[in-house]
């Protein structure tokens, strides 16, 4: 379960570092007057926030991961999935905008 735990966690590293320039990429095309969005995910996309910025997606997540560290093996097993499905949305996300913006 440890394993789990450590993969997850760089996953998030990743996600923390690109979502840092993603947010500061989006406070320029805001400062423009460029970017007019409501939410950078959608409902029904698994996250409860709704942000025009990706930190507040990755503070869930990293919430979210950190309550599996104590986790019974059936609670991690129920959770993971949905934990999965935000991380490749996120990495996706920041992927397709990083190369939009570029």
Do not use: C
């Not at 923390?16 to 423009?32: G, H, M």
């Not at 007019?36 to 997540?61: A, H």
């Not at 919430?63 to 093996?73: I, R, T």
């Not at 920041?94 to 913006?101: A, D, E, N, P």
């Amino acid at each position: 379960m440890s394993k789990i735990i450590e993969a997850l966690n760089e996953n998030l590293r990743v996600i923390y570092r690109k979502s840092v320039d993603a947010d500061a990429a989006l406070n320029t095309l805001q400062a423009k007057g460029k970017g007019k969005f409501d939410s950078v995910f959608v409902d029904g996309s698994g996250f409860t926030t709704r942000n025009k910025r990706f930190g507040p997606y990755v503070e869930e997540l990293a919430g979210e991961v950190a309550q599996l560290v104590d986790a019974d093996p059936n609670t991690l097993n129920k959770e993971l999935p949905a934990i999965v499905k935000k991380i490749e949305l996120l990495l996706t996300t920041l992927t397709q905008f990083k190369k939009t913006v570029s």
